[in-house]
Each structure stands twice: as C-alpha cells, then as structure tokens.
C-alpha cells in the first residue's frame, strides 16, 4: 500500500517511523531513548532481542503512548489512491473506513478474477467480464461471454455460414445440407456410377454429361446386366445342386427313420412275449384338494395306467367307505392289449401312502388279489381296503401326509399269475 498523504506536510517528519520511513501506525514509545515506532517495526526487533535501533540500549521495553496516537489520528489526511482520481480528505484515524469503501481501491472480479476499481465493478459484470452471463443472439444458447462469442460461433446451428463451393449463398448452418443438395457448384457422381461411369463434376454439368455420353452409358448398362445374368445362372446352377443334395439326404434318412420303427416294433413284441403283464409295475399319483375331497365326501379316480408295454391298464379309486375311514381300491379296466395277455390276472398289491416328514415313515399295506378280463363295462371288480386309514390319522400334523392340501400315494402291482 502506497504511504498516507497528509494535508499538511510538515507533520509527516513529526510521526514518521524511522525504520520503515513511512506514516507511524500504532505507534509504540521506547523506554530506553523515548523514540516512537511502528508496532510491528518495533516488534521486529524485540522479537530478536536486539538492542534499540536509535540509542543502542540493550535493556528497554515498549509501551503504547495514547496521547501521541490519538493526536496522530486526528492529522488531517487525503486518500493513497489520489493518483487514481480519489478526492477523500479526512483524518488519519477515519482512512481505513474510508478505504473499505473507496472508489478507486481495486478489486476482484468474482467471475474471471481480473482486478478493477471497485466504482467500475458493476459495469465490468454486466458489460465486460468475459465470463458475464450470455445468450447467443442466434439460438438463445446460455453460457459465458467467453464461449459464446468465441468457439460456439464454429458450431451455432443459426450462424449464416458461406457455401463452401464459392456460389456466394449464405444460410444457417443447419440449412446447409438442403442447400448442398441443389447448389449447382456441388461436386456430383454421375447416376450410371454403379454400372461403371467414373465421371465427377459440377452439378451445373449433369444435363451435358449425360446427353454427351448415352452411348457409353447403355453400352456400360448392358455389360453390367449381362454379368448380373451370368452370376444369377450360376448361383441358380449352384442352388439346384444344393436343392438335390439336400432332397437325396431327406430321402436317406427316412429309409433310416423307416427301418428303425419297424426294429422298434419288433422290439415291442419282443418285450411283450418275454415279460406278459410287463409286471412289477409302480404308479405314483397326486390327489389334490384333499379339503374338499373331505368334506364332500367325494369319490376320486386317478389317470388310468399301463403296467408297462402292452400290459395291463389299471387305475385307482379313493372315497370313503365309512365317516371316519378313507378307503382305496385298485380295479382293472378294458385295455387295448388285453387279447395278448393271461387271465385272469393275479397280483400282489401295495398301496403306499406316501409321508413328507424327514423320516420317511410312508403308510404301507399289502394284499393280494385276482381280476378276470373285463369283457364288457368300463372297468371291472376293485380290490384293496375299506378302511385304508383314519381321517383322524391322516390329518395329524405329525404325520406328514397331507402338504398343500395334497396327498401322494404310490401302487406296486407284482405279478404272481401260475
């Protein structure tokens, strides 16, 4: 900071620091030689116990002279910054207010950092910072200053640009492709170029290229149409023998198809002679919706089974014999192998009712039986128990019978015909 001028000259010598040479600020007296310095000119020297700059006394202290600095506050004074065009004058004491809000300190622009007097301020914001606020004028894009007057202007869709092909149009830059499209200086291939014709030129030059060159262009029309025709004969040739190829496959593999059924129908009536009945068999079927079942007291019939390849078709009933009691039987039904196979049938039966606890403990029963053909009717005589299990048991939640209002029960029929 440049020293305060005073508006009396002569009491500059009188409160003149004579370390720093400048206006004395906090003064501060000396014991030793009673001189007045700057604090912190003097505390420069105390904080490395050197003896007094004036009188060379190596013992003294400082103190703060009240009556000395207050009439130092009270000189008359102008503002540092006169050069500058300031026209303050007042005290000594008042100058620092003063400089808070001096129009001719300078200050920091918040945006782009340059320096500048602070009654210039406003307008540099508004009018000269170049990282200021801006709308491009054009497309209304809204950035700083800086971007927009500078390289938004290589890009700003509604900036007239020149032709580049020299015919002095000017449009916005977005317009340019259309007007590319019709510009007569526009570099153009001529329309026959994939039958051939290598020409480029203006478009003002279309019209006479194509009236001075016909000749040449069927002439490339037709050489071009001939090996189109070559190439599609030859991939016609070459799809023809793929067709056969794949045709004489097609009929290989159904002899191939052919003669394995007639091996799998052998195999058929072989597994049939061998095994009558195709017995031991195991079904397993789910009833579902136990609770209803129940409380209805309905009768249910599972899907009907074959006990193997050409072998017996049974199937099972559940209902209920008596109130408390669930019952089931087995029964033999017409099926579609019954002229090829013993009867009347004899089996060893075991109805299992299957349990989802962790021990497995499925309900087991077993009993033999014996069906004779059924010669008419949808299926014949049932064989099996009354009183397979208590609904009380059955329902018990230690039993694990029932899950999701399911039950699950399985039937092995083991053939024991003489």
Request: proline share 5%; glycine share 6%.
């Amino acid at each position: 900071m440049e020293p305060l001028p005073l508006v009396d000259a002569k009491d500059f010598e009188d409160y003149k620091c004579p370390l720093c040479l400048g206006l004395m600020r906090n003064p501060m007296l000396t014991s030793c030689c009673g001189q007045h310095f700057c604090t912190e000119c003097i505390r420069t020297v105390t904080s490395f116990n050197q003896p007094c700059p004036l009188c060379k006394e190596k013992a003294f202290v400082v103190f703060l002279n009240k009556h000395f600095n207050r009439n130092l506050q009270n000189l008359k004074a102008l503002c540092n910054l006169k050069s500058s065009g300031c026209t303050w004058e007042g005290t000594v004491g008042e100058f620092a207010e003063h400089l808070g809000q001096c129009d001719y300190e300078s200050v920091t622009c918040y945006e782009c950092g340059a320096s500048v007097w602070r009654k210039l301020l406003s307008d540099h914001l508004s009018n000269q910072c170049p990282l200021r606020k801006y709308a491009c004028e054009l497309c209304g894009l809204e950035s700083n200053h800086q971007f927009v007057t500078g390289p938004h202007q290589l890009e700003c869709p509604k900036l007239s640009v020149q032709c580049p092909n020299g015919c002095n149009v000017s449009v916005p830059r977005t317009d340019m492709p259309a007007h590319l499209d019709k510009c007569q200086r526009q570099s153009v291939h001529c329309p026959f170029q994939h039958v051939g014709c290598t020409h480029e030129f203006p478009r003002s030059e279309l019209e006479l290229h194509l009236q001075d060159h016909v000749t040449k262009h069927l002439s490339l029309a037709c050489t071009r149409l001939c090996t189109l025709q070559e190439s599609f004969l030859a991939k016609t040739e070459e799809k023809d023998k793929q067709v056969a190829t794949l045709e004489r496959r097609a009929s290989e593999k159904d002899k191939c198809i052919a003669a394995l059924e007639l091996r799998l129908q052998g195999l058929e009536t072989y597994i049939g002679s061998c095994l009558p009945g195709n017995l031991p068999a195991l079904f397993t079927t789910t009833l579902t919706g136990f609770a209803k079942f129940r409380a209805n007291s309905d009768a249910w019939f599972s899907q009907p089974f074959y006990t193997g390849l050409a072998g017996y078709k049974m199937g099972l009933k559940v209902h209920t014999a008596i109130e408390s009691d669930m019952a089931i039987h087995v029964y033999i039904f017409q099926g579609e192998f019954d002229a090829g196979l013993r009867w009347p049938l004899t089996a060893e039966i075991t109805i299992e009712l299957v349990s989802h606890l962790a021990d497995k403990s499925h309900l087991r029963m077993k009993r033999k039986a014996s069906w004779p053909k059924v010669d008419s009717g949808e299926h014949g005589a049932g064989f099996g128990w009354g009183n397979f299990i208590s609904y009380k048991s059955l329902a018990a939640k230690d039993s694990g019978f029932v899950q999701a209002d399911c039950i699950t029960l399985r039937v092995v029929c083991f053939d024991i015909t003489g």
